[in-house]
């Protein structure tokens, strides 16, 4: 199955790559979570996060860095990826109109976007 990943670096343009995942099951042919992993971690620099949004208007899988708001011996938190975050933010924003977006959760590092679902 063929996708395309959208790597979206704090304070940079967003990278594309496509990519191609090998069928986990044979009643289904998108990626396993071993797969996934291999490919998003090295990019992030830590243990993948799956998060559900919705891009424009349509749902989507983004994968975020589990630690990436924590201070850790080896390294400071993650600076807040604005992209990232406003995806993240835009379907609680379109049920929610009103409400403040800084009230809400925020995003830390890169981030990786797939147009379509690939978390099962």
Not at 36 to 61: Q, T, Y
Not at 65 to 87: F, K, M, Q, S, Y
């Amino acid at each position: 199955m063929k996708n395309t990943m959208h790597i979206l670096r704090v304070g940079q343009p967003a990278e594309v790559r496509e990519v191609e995942f090998k069928a986990n099951r044979e009643d289904y042919d998108g990626p396993g979570y071993e797969q996934l992993r291999e490919l998003i971690e090295p990019v992030l620099g830590g243990p993948l996060e799956h998060v559900s949004v919705l891009w424009n208007g349509e749902r989507a899988d983004m994968f975020v860095d589990e630690l990436g708001h924590v201070e850790l011996t080896t390294r400071d938190p993650l600076p807040r990826n604005d992209e990232a975050t406003a995806i993240y933010r835009a379907n609680w924003l379109k049920q929610h109109p009103g409400t403040d977006p800084e009230t809400l959760a925020w995003i830390a590092g890169t981030a990786i976007l797939f147009r379509v679902r690939v978390w099962f």
